[in-house]
């Protein structure tokens, strides 16, 4: 359950004793509210879904004395235009520091971001591939379209960035040839267009593949 404010906690405490609600309800604090402390009294034992950078470190203590808690991160920075992406940029260490920190866990975006756009006509196809340095960090790559001019042009123009990601591959010192690198080798050989649906799935199922093998 999402909990943001002050209604969200009335509906929390109506939920927690219903069945089949009762002991099965995992909260994710968004931001810090006055009602935290009732929140906690209610939800005991239970594992939480927490935005680190939104809360007191008293909270956060709080919440770690009597529950486990799951750190939730948002690393991707989104550009306005699909043109503006760096070529990489670093992405997160919550794979190798969460423990250190005091979590139970941790979690993320992928490459989407919790703020979904709303979409339309792009002037550039961008691909995104999150991969694993020698340092252990989790960095983010960025393949973009050679033609950026206009909006025409969707299918060969992801054919462009694809030719990109899939040569990144073969000269990356570090690549862990995932399944989705090699559904990604498979669709550059066939010059199968599916959309530009495919190529979003294909990288998330990159990055949970990457984490669950770490």
């Known amino acids: 359950m999402n909990i943001q404010n002050s209604i969200d906690y009335k509906y929390l405490k109506e939920l927690s004793g219903k069945a089949p609600f009762k002991d099965r309800l995992v909260p994710i604090l968004y931001r810090q509210i006055d009602e935290i402390d009732s929140i906690l009294s209610i939800l005991k034992d239970t594992k939480y879904f927490i935005?680190?950078?939104?809360?007191?470190?008293?909270?956060?203590?709080?919440?770690?004395?009597?529950?486990?808690?799951?750190?939730?991160?948002?690393?991707?920075?989104?550009?306005?235009r699909n043109a503006d992406y760096p070529e990489n940029e670093y992405f997160s260490s919550n794979h190798i520091l969460y423990k250190e920190n005091g979590f139970n866990g941790f979690s993320d975006y992928q490459m989407i971001g919790r703020k979904i756009s709303p979409g339309g006509p792009a002037h550039a196809v961008a691909l995104h591939?999150?991969?694993?340095?020698?340092?252990?960090?989790?960095?983010?790559?960025?393949?973009?379209?050679?033609?950026?001019?206009?909006?025409?042009?969707?299918q060969g123009k992801y054919f462009q960035a694809?030719?990109?990601?899939?040569?990144?591959?073969?000269?990356?010192?570090?690549?862990?040839?995932?399944?989705?690198?090699?559904?990604?080798?498979?669709?550059?050989?066939?010059?199968?267009?599916?959309?530009?649906?495919?190529?979003?799935?294909?990288?998330?199922?990159?990055?949970?593949?990457?984490?669950?093998?770490?």
């Open 129 to 154: 591939w999150t991969c694993i340095k020698k340092n252990s960090q989790m960095w983010i790559y960025h393949f973009i379209s050679d033609e950026k001019e206009t909006t025409a042009n969707v």
């Open 162 to 214: 694809l030719k990109k990601l899939v040569a990144f591959f073969n000269k990356f010192e570090n690549h862990i040839e995932t399944q989705a690198a090699e559904n990604y080798r498979e669709n550059l050989k066939n010059q199968q267009y599916k959309g530009l649906g495919y190529p979003k799935r294909i990288s998330i199922k990159n990055h949970i593949e990457l984490l669950a093998m770490l």
């Open 51 to 80: 935005f680190k950078d939104r809360f007191s470190n008293d909270v956060i203590t709080k919440i770690k004395s009597q529950n486990e808690i799951i750190l939730l991160d948002d690393p991707f920075n989104p550009a306005i």
